[in-house]
Structures are given as C-alpha cells and as structure tokens.
C-alpha cells in the first residue's frame, strides 16, 4: 500500500511518516543491490519535442516505424493493470501534457521481473525509459517500453494530486514542490527567463554593453534606501549590500563607455509585501548624451518589446483588467496627476506648507521638519493618486530635494528631469538626466548628509570617490532602472511578488 489516505483527504503528519518510511525500507533494498541513485542514464529525447513532432501522425503511420526514443523524468502518474501498466513521465520540457509523456509497461514488453520491480515504484520517483512510439486507442502518444530503470528514489511523498499546493507559504517556503505539481508556477518563471532574454536582446541591438560591478559597497549609494550591513575580516571594514548600482554604472560612462547596462540583484534592508521584497532583480542602463526625454521613448520601446516577446501580443490581462502597451505611454506632472486624480485641492492648497502637512497626516504621513513642498506634494501624489494609475504612465518633474542624482531642469531650478513610470497603481521603473557637475553633486550629497543626521534612515552617504569621477568629466548623460520582478507580474498575472521571485524571503519556520 503506497498511501494510507483516503482519495480525496490529504495525507497527516503521521500518514506521511508512514509512507516515508516505507519508501526508505525500499531504498534500503536498493542500496544492498548496489543500484542505488545511478548517474548512467542520459535521455535523448524531450516529451514537448515528440508532442511537437508525432502528435500529428496516426497510429497506422507512427507504430510500424519503430520509433526508439529515450526519455527520463518524474513519474506524476501510475495505472497497474495486471499484466500491463501506464505510468505518465514530466520532464522539463514545456508546462502542461507538452512536458509530459506517457508510458507503457507490460510483461511482454520488459519481463515479468521487470514489470514486477515497476509495480514498486512510487509517484514521485525519477524513471529513465527506452522503448518505441504508438498511440493508444484514445490518441495518446505513449512509449511501448522495452527497457525501465528507477533513476532517483523519492522519499518523501507528493501532494495529493486533487489539492496540490493550496497553501501559499508553502509553495514559497518549498518552491521545489510547487515546481513539481504546478504548470502555472513554471510557466511563470519560463515567462521571466523570456522577458530578461529579450530585454538583453534588445540592449544588445542597441549597442548597450552589459557589465558587472560591486555588490558589496563601502558606501551605500545610488538610492534612497537602508542597506544590509555586513563586515569583511580580511579587509577590516563594514561593507552595505548593494541597494543600487547607479553610482558604479556611472563611473563606467566617466572611464570612456557611453552605453552600459546591468542586469542586477539589489538589497534593501526594508519592509516585505505584495510588492516588495528585501533581495530583487533591477535592469539599469546608461546612455552618454542623452535626456529623460530620449529615455522615456526607449523604456517605453524596451518594456514594450519585452511584452510582445514574452506574451506575443502588445495587449494583456491583468487581474482582469486590459493593459495595453501598443500605446504611447501617458506623461503627466506630479501635479497634474492630482488634479486629474484628486480634482479636490486647489493650486493655493498644494503649495501651502502648514496646509500640505496637515493634509498629509490625516494619512499618517509625516515628514522631517526639513521636508520642503516639493517632497509634500511627491506625498500627497503617492497617497491620493499612484494607485489609480492603470495605463502606463510617466510621472515627470520631480522636486531636486527627493531627486539628489538627477539633473535640475535649465528652466526650473526646482524641479529635476526625473521620471517615474508607473502602470496598474505601482512604480516600474525610474530614470532621468544625469547631474554630472560634481560641485552640484557634492552639494547634495551634504543636504542628504544632513538628511541623515536629522533622521532619515533612507537618506544618501556622501561618496567622495564618486565626487572624484565626477571631476574627471562625465559627458551628460540619462540613466533608468527597470523593475524586472514587478515587470514579470504584469506578463504572468501575478499579484505578488514572491509568485515571481523562484525563492522570496520568508520568516524564519518555528
């Protein structure tokens, strides 16, 4: 008896010890006939490949031609019928019946002894097989087995096929097994890997060099965030985890590179939720002479094609809702986006301080005593309008106070050419022309210094080599950083984070 349960109730702690321990006693039997977990068998042959390939043919065409093939993977399912057997195989090569093959047992085909010793095998075991191709009465491509052998033991048993992974910490605390019994988790990170190739892709063809540079910083720079600390003994010095790699990417376009993109792990030492997560994927990119405004057509035109590529189609769904990439993307002011969005404050009223501030802490917001309109206002947008953003939208002219790497427009000294562009109520990417004068620099990495000695936590460090680069010259320049994990939500119709990222971040198990 493989499983003490009943069809349809899933298996107890102690159901499991039970059927655990009968599958060690089996491996046990395995180890004293030396076949033990073998590493000779490699298959040739892919389950989607054969669908792709035979599928088409009938059974009067595709049996008399003997077709030997050789193919390994999880057994998923298992029929024993006497004399004959079915058993259905996954290996990894598509979601759905394409990554899945069935097989035939029989005494005929393999022997009685044979046959006897697959009775024996459990779902969940990893099986290499050779045989030949024909179809079953009702269509299906099957292996007529003629040679089988039990390539990994499982020891531990699935879950129950009719509730799978119901429980979501589970699938994230054990991606493994959601791996294993769900199509959907690995069709979303098949989607993943197809939006980052394209997005290489793309960089490529537009003479963007891809680069590596430092996770582990001496000073934590090219975002407002909190780092991770750590210590390395043999150079005696605290050393943050990267929170961006700006500052880096930067120094890059000083030495003589004029187009520089990474792709990168980031960490911030910050809050987890549906969106957020403390280890996370960016793509930043560096162009020599150019503005925010070349840099919001080429986003839009890489996010774009990242779409198509990914989802074949310019046009999604998510969370039931239409998103629709084929159109030029909207752009609006901070100021504009509340006045299209929260029509009931008045110019006067935004532009008010002891106004802004009250208003914003019937929110809970409360900024630093040093907060000046423009970081009020940046509040304000957040609390009232950001979420309502569905269509992708660029949120532009963003006050120099919250924007301490990016330039100051010529025309408003005030205000930087920073974008932000956000779509279905959340931020996906962020860029802007680059502050490339290093006495301007300088000056507001001090107001982030005294940023931080007033409290803010999130507030920039002052790097002096940075400072450095800058006086060597670097050409004016625009830079951005896409949000790879919030992007793959959007392409798989995902709404969390950790349903995109292969293994998030969890609370410790007790």
């Given at each position: 008896m493989?499983?003490p349960?009943k069809?349809?109730?899933?298996a107890?702690?102690?159901d499991?010890?039970s059927?655990?321990?009968e599958?060690?006693?089996?491996l046990?039997?395995l180890?004293?006939e030396?076949v033990a977990?073998?590493?000779?068998?490699?298959?040739?042959?892919k389950?989607?490949?054969?669908h792709a390939?035979?599928?088409?043919?009938d059974?009067?065409?595709l049996?008399p031609?003997a077709?030997?093939?050789?193919?390994a993977g999880?057994?998923?399912l298992?029929?024993?019928m006497g004399?004959a057997s079915?058993a259905?195989?996954m290996?990894?090569?598509g979601p759905?019946?394409?990554?899945r093959?069935?097989?035939?047992?029989?005494n005929d085909s393999?022997?009685k002894e044979?046959?006897?010793?697959?009775k024996?095998?459990d779902?969940?075991?990893?099986?290499?097989a050779?045989g030949?191709?024909?179809?079953?009465k009702?269509?299906?491509?099957?292996?007529?087995?003629?040679?089988l052998?039990?390539?990994?033991?499982?020891?531990?048993p699935?879950?129950?096929?009719f509730h799978?992974?119901?429980?979501?910490?589970?699938k994230?605390?054990?991606r493994y097994?959601?791996?294993?019994m769900?199509?959907e988790?690995?069709?979303t990170?098949k989607?993943?890997?197809?939006?980052?190739a394209s997005i290489?892709?793309?960089?490529?063809e537009?003479?963007?060099?891809?680069v590596?540079?430092?996770?582990?910083?001496?000073?934590?720079g090219?975002?407002?965030?909190?780092?991770?600390?750590?210590?390395h003994n043999?150079?005696?010095?605290?050393m943050f985890?990267?929170?961006?790699?700006e500052l880096?990417?930067?120094?890059l376009?000083?030495?003589?590179?004029d187009?520089?993109?990474e792709?990168?792990?980031?960490?911030?030492n910050?809050g987890?939720?549906?969106?957020h997560?403390?280890?996370?994927?960016?793509?930043?990119?560096?162009?020599?002479?150019a503005?925010?405004?070349w840099?919001?057509?080429?986003t839009?035109?890489?996010?774009r094609q990242a779409?198509i590529?990914?989802?074949?189609?310019?046009v999604?769904t998510y969370?039931?809702?239409?998103?629709?990439?084929?159109k030029?993307?909207?752009?609006l002011?901070?100021?504009?986006?509340?006045?299209?969005?929260a029509p009931q404050?008045?110019?006067?009223?935004?532009?008010d301080?002891d106004?802004?501030?009250a208003?914003l802490k019937?929110f809970?917001?409360?900024l630093?005593?040093?907060?000046?309109?423009?970081?009020m206002?940046?509040?304000?947008?957040?609390e009232t309008?950001?979420?309502k953003?569905?269509?992708?939208?660029?949120?532009i002219d963003?006050p120099v106070?919250?924007?301490p790497?990016a330039?100051a427009?010529?025309?408003?000294p005030d205000?930087t050419e920073r974008?932000?562009?956000?779509m279905?109520?959340?931020?996906i990417?962020?860029g802007?022309?680059?502050?490339n004068?290093?006495?301007?620099?300088?000056?507001?990495?001090?107001k982030?210094?005294e940023?931080?000695?007033?409290?803010?936590?999130?507030?920039m460090?002052?790097?002096s080599d940075?400072i450095?680069?800058?006086?060597?010259?670097?050409p004016?320049?625009?830079?951005?950083?896409?949000?790879i994990?919030r992007?793959?939500?959007?392409?798989t119709?995902?709404?969390?984070?950790?349903d995109v990222?292969l293994f998030?971040?969890?609370?410790?198990?007790d």
């Amino acid at each position: 008896m493989t499983s003490p349960t009943k069809k349809n109730e899933p298996a107890t702690a102690a159901d499991e010890n039970s059927i655990m321990a009968e599958r060690r006693a089996k491996l046990a039997a395995l180890r004293q006939e030396g076949v033990a977990y073998p590493n000779d068998f490699r298959p040739r042959h892919k389950a989607a490949d054969l669908h792709a390939q035979y599928d088409s043919q009938d059974n009067d065409t595709l049996e008399p031609a003997a077709i030997n093939v050789c193919v390994a993977g999880r057994m998923m399912l298992k029929r024993v019928m006497g004399k004959a057997s079915f058993a259905t195989l996954m290996d990894a090569s598509g979601p759905r019946a394409d990554g899945r093959i069935q097989l035939f047992i029989s005494n005929d085909s393999i022997g009685k002894e044979a046959h006897d010793a697959f009775k024996r095998y459990d779902i969940g075991d990893i099986l290499g097989a050779e045989g030949t191709l024909f179809k079953t009465k009702t269509g299906e491509l099957t292996v007529r087995v003629t040679s089988l052998r039990l390539i990994t033991k499982s020891i531990r048993p699935l879950p129950d096929k009719f509730h799978g992974l119901a429980d979501q910490e589970i699938k994230y605390r054990q991606r493994y097994v959601d791996l294993i019994m769900n199509d959907e988790t690995r069709r979303t990170f098949k989607a993943r890997t197809a939006a980052i190739a394209s997005i290489r892709r793309f960089m490529g063809e537009n003479g963007f060099m891809e680069v590596e540079t430092p996770m582990l910083h001496p000073i934590p720079g090219g975002a407002a965030a909190k780092p991770f600390i750590t210590y390395h003994n043999a150079l005696d010095m605290q050393m943050f985890m990267r929170i961006a790699p700006e500052l880096y990417l930067k120094r890059l376009l000083v030495g003589g590179f004029d187009r520089v993109f990474e792709l990168n792990r980031n960490f911030r030492n910050e809050g987890v939720s549906p969106r957020h997560n403390p280890e996370f994927t960016m793509m930043e990119f560096y162009a020599a002479y150019a503005d925010y405004k070349w840099l919001m057509d080429f986003t839009e035109t890489v996010i774009r094609q990242a779409v198509i590529d990914t989802y074949g189609t310019p046009v999604i769904t998510y969370q039931g809702r239409e998103l629709d990439f084929s159109k030029p993307f909207h752009r609006l002011t901070i100021l504009e986006a509340i006045a299209k969005y929260a029509p009931q404050y008045t110019a006067e009223q935004l532009n008010d301080t002891d106004f802004m501030r009250a208003e914003l802490k019937k929110f809970g917001v409360e900024l630093l005593p040093t907060a000046g309109i423009g970081a009020m206002q940046l509040a304000l947008f957040e609390e009232t309008a950001e979420a309502k953003l569905w269509e992708p939208t660029y949120i532009i002219d963003y006050p120099v106070e919250v924007s301490p790497l990016a330039r100051a427009s010529d025309t408003r000294p005030d205000i930087t050419e920073r974008f932000e562009l956000f779509m279905v109520g959340r931020e996906i990417a962020n860029g802007f022309s680059e502050l490339n004068d290093p006495e301007d620099q300088s000056a507001r990495f001090m107001k982030q210094v005294e940023a931080k000695d007033a409290g803010d936590e999130e507030a920039m460090y002052y790097d002096s080599d940075y400072i450095r680069a800058l006086e060597y010259g670097m050409p004016p320049a625009g830079g951005c950083g896409i949000g790879i994990d919030r992007l793959v939500m959007l392409l798989t119709d995902s709404p969390n984070i950790r349903d995109v990222i292969l293994f998030p971040h969890m609370r410790r198990e007790d």
